[in-house]
Every structure is written in C-alpha cells, then in structure tokens.
C-alpha cells in the first residue's frame, strides 16, 4: 500500500542475517562490543585505503550471507553503494560474487535507499534474497572530499569523523528475523548551507523532511518507536533537527537518537561525532539487530541522512543538497 512517500508492506521481508566490519578506532568506541569484526589497522592488509574499503564490502557480504545461514547461490541480488567517485569500493568488491548487482548512491543514507528498494523488490514477489550493504572509510572519504591526510589540516568542531566500517544484511521472503514494514522515501532538502565541515546542519533539514512525510503518511508519532535514530547527523546536527521538528509541532523525547552522536567516546576526540556511509550501516547491522533479536526493541524507525555533495560541486561554490529515507523495522514475530 503506498501513501504519499511511504509504502507499507502487506509481505513484511525479513531481515535473517546481518554483519558488521569496522576499523580499530571504532572498535574502541560506544559499539565496540557488538560489532562482528574489529580490523587490527585501517589498511586491513592492503597496500592502499581503497583496496581495504572494498575488502570490508567484500567481508561484510560474505559475513551476511554466513550469519543467514544460506548460500551465496541463494542470493539473487546485491544492492549497494559508497561515498567514493563511482561507487568503486561496492562494484569493485561486486566482481567477485556471482550474483546480479544494483550500485546504489545515496551517500550516507545509502543503507536505508538500499533496504527501501530491497524490501520493496522481496514484497512485490521478484525476487526471495537479496543482500543489502555499504561502506565509508575515514581516510578514503577524507582525502577525496576535504583534504590529503599528509596535510594534518585542523578540523573545525562543526566538522565529524568518517567511520571506517561496512554493514550488510540479508533480507528474505521468508524466514526468522526482524521484519520491514514501511519505508518511506525522502525528497531532495537544500537549506543554503555550503560548508563541507557542517554536514549535521545541512543533512537535518531532509531528516526533519522526511520524519514529517512518515508521521504524516502512516499517521504514528514519535510515541510508536522504541528508537526513532537518525544516522550521522553528529551532536549539532541532531540538535538541530530537535528544534526543527520541534517547530513543526513534534516533539522527539529520549527515544530518539543519532548514531553519529552515539559512535565515538568523548576522549575519542572526533568533535561533532561520527558520518559515513559505514555510521549507521554498522550500528544497524550490531547494536540495533541484536536489540531487535533479543525483543528489546519491538519497532525501530531507522533513518539516516545523506548529503549529495560532490567536490566539483564544493569547488563551484554550490550548496550542500540532503536525503533523508526512514525504514521502520519490527522485531521479528513469534
């Protein structure tokens, strides 16, 4: 049944696998514990930070398709997508699986667009598996977007840390796990702001966007989620969609949350917190999950945010455009 921006899904897919692969600095932050792999060094034994992005992507995948107890020859489809030019790190890790692939570019809320099309795929009956992941890198996204690591430029508070981390899962027609239900789909938000260290205050207005076409189409509140999360808004960003939503007549209590707030400890020093594809794609695919399984989340409403830059774009003076798409997942039904 689709609603405006929202589909809900009559077939709820299930979610019966996941995996989660991250670098050593998040390994020793908030989520440490329930992350499935933590690398020993960001190079993750290749000679460059590219070729070890896609090595996650690779590990991640694998890691899924394991935790679902399935075989690679049952998944019929990869969706994802990462922040580099070209999506290389998910096409590149995609030459090695035998199975269709759709590269995906929603930059950090790639993992939500790509279980909004998955589970909207596994509902309509064509296909009965696929795999859902993503991928950032710190020092990948940092020398393409801001600047060479040799520099050691000094970072801004507004600014955040680039999680080094992949997630996957696998959904499936049938099965035991955590359920899809909705997702709705975000709109294309610009507020005027150009700064490439302040991606909390450009990516928060297509949050609160999509948050407001949710509530509205499937007619919830903030009250029906055990966690209403938004993906790598950081503290100032989350800060601001508070006051934006709480313009808008809504407010969100203590059961909303950021996982770029959440990601890092404060001696950590990443400033306004974490970003990245790999943000919510491995918090979703640890803590979140394992909460879901363990039935002490009931209904999480998932929703990361992506700004759609490009460094021509920055270069040319552009502002900084922003997705947001919300996934409401339910625990898995007894």
Same mark, same amino acid.
């Not at 390994?27 to 034994?45: L, T």
């Not at 570019?105 to 667009?113: L, N």
């Not at 939503?245 to 990443?270: P, S, V």
């Given at each position: $049944?689709?609603?405006? *921006?929202?589909?809900?899904?009559?077939?709820?897919?299930?979610?019966?696998?996941?995996?989660?692969?991250?670098?050593?600095?998040?390994? &020793?932050?908030? +989520?440490?514990? +329930?992350?499935?792999?933590? $690398?020993?060094?960001?190079?993750?034994?290749?000679?460059?930070?590219?070729?070890?992005?896609?090595? $996650?992507? &690779?590990?991640?995948?694998?890691? %899924?398709?394991?935790?679902?107890?399935?075989?690679?020859?049952?998944?019929?489809?990869?969706?994802?997508?990462?922040?580099?030019? *070209?999506?290389?790190?998910?096409?590149?890790?995609?030459?090695?699986?035998?199975?269709?692939?759709?590269?995906?570019?929603? %930059?950090?809320?790639?993992?939500?667009?790509?279980? %909004?099309?998955?589970?909207?795929?596994?509902?309509?009956?064509?296909?009965?598996?696929?795999?859902?992941?993503?991928?950032?890198?710190?020092?990948?996204?940092?020398? &393409?977007?801001?600047?060479?690591?040799?520099?050691?430029?000094?970072?801004?508070?507004?600014? *955040?840390?680039?999680?080094?981390?992949?997630?996957?899962?696998?959904?499936?027609?049938?099965?035991?796990?955590?359920?899809?239900?909705?997702?709705? +789909?975000?709109?294309?938000?610009?507020?005027?702001?150009?700064?490439?260290?302040?991606?909390?205050?450009?990516?928060?207005?297509?949050?609160?966007?999509?948050?407001?076409?949710?509530?509205?189409? /499937?007619?919830?509140?903030?009250?029906?989620?055990?966690?209403?999360?938004?993906?790598?808004?950081?503290?100032?960003?989350?800060?601001?969609?508070?006051?934006?939503?709480?313009? *808008?007549?809504?407010?969100?209590?203590?059961?909303?949350?950021?996982?770029?707030?959440?990601?890092?400890?404060?001696?950590?020093?990443?400033?306004?917190?974490? /970003?990245?594809?790999?943000?919510?794609?491995?918090?979703?695919?640890?803590?979140? $999950?394992?909460?879901?399984?363990?039935?002490?989340?009931?209904?999480?409403?998932?929703?990361?945010?992506?700004?759609?830059?490009?460094?021509?774009?920055?270069?040319?003076?552009?502002?900084?455009?922003?997705?947001?798409?919300?996934?409401?997942?339910?625990?898995?039904?007894?």
């Amino acid at each position: $049944m689709v609603r405006n *921006q929202t589909i809900k899904f009559k077939n709820k897919p299930v979610i019966i696998g996941s995996y989660s692969i991250v670098g050593p600095k998040e390994g &020793q932050g908030n +989520f440490g514990p +329930f992350f499935n792999y933590v $690398m020993k060094s960001d190079s993750f034994g290749e000679k460059t930070y590219e070729k070890a992005e896609r090595k $996650m992507v &690779q590990h991640a995948i694998i890691g %899924a398709i394991e935790d679902a107890k399935i075989k690679p020859s049952d998944v019929e489809l990869l969706l994802s997508g990462d922040l580099l030019n *070209q999506i290389i790190s998910s096409s590149y890790a995609a030459r090695d699986f035998n199975f269709a692939y759709l590269g995906l570019f929603g %930059a950090c809320s790639t993992m939500a667009e790509s279980l %909004a099309i998955g589970a909207s795929l596994i509902d309509g009956g064509q296909f009965n598996h696929l795999v859902c992941s993503t991928s950032s890198h710190f020092s990948t996204a940092e020398r &393409q977007f801001r600047f060479p690591l040799e520099l050691g430029n000094q970072r801004p508070p507004t600014s *955040q840390w680039t999680v080094t981390g992949s997630g996957a899962c696998v959904l499936a027609k049938k099965g035991k796990g955590p359920r899809i239900s909705m997702v709705t +789909f975000g709109r294309v938000v610009d507020y005027g702001v150009n700064d490439v260290n302040d991606m909390g205050a450009a990516m928060a207005p297509a949050a609160m966007d999509t948050l407001l076409a949710h509530f509205r189409d /499937s007619n919830t509140t903030p009250d029906d989620y055990d966690l209403i999360v938004t993906g790598d808004l950081g503290k100032l960003g989350s800060e601001i969609l508070i006051d934006l939503m709480e313009d *808008q007549g809504i407010k969100l209590g203590l059961n909303y949350n950021d996982c770029g707030q959440m990601y890092y400890t404060r001696e950590q020093a990443t400033l306004s917190g974490g /970003s990245g594809c790999g943000c919510s794609a491995t918090v979703l695919n640890s803590f979140i $999950m394992k909460k879901l399984r363990a039935g002490e989340y009931k209904r999480v409403l998932f929703a990361p945010t992506g700004a759609l830059l490009s460094t021509t774009a920055t270069q040319q003076g552009d502002t900084i455009p922003g997705v947001c798409h919300a996934v409401v997942i339910e625990g898995e039904e007894k």
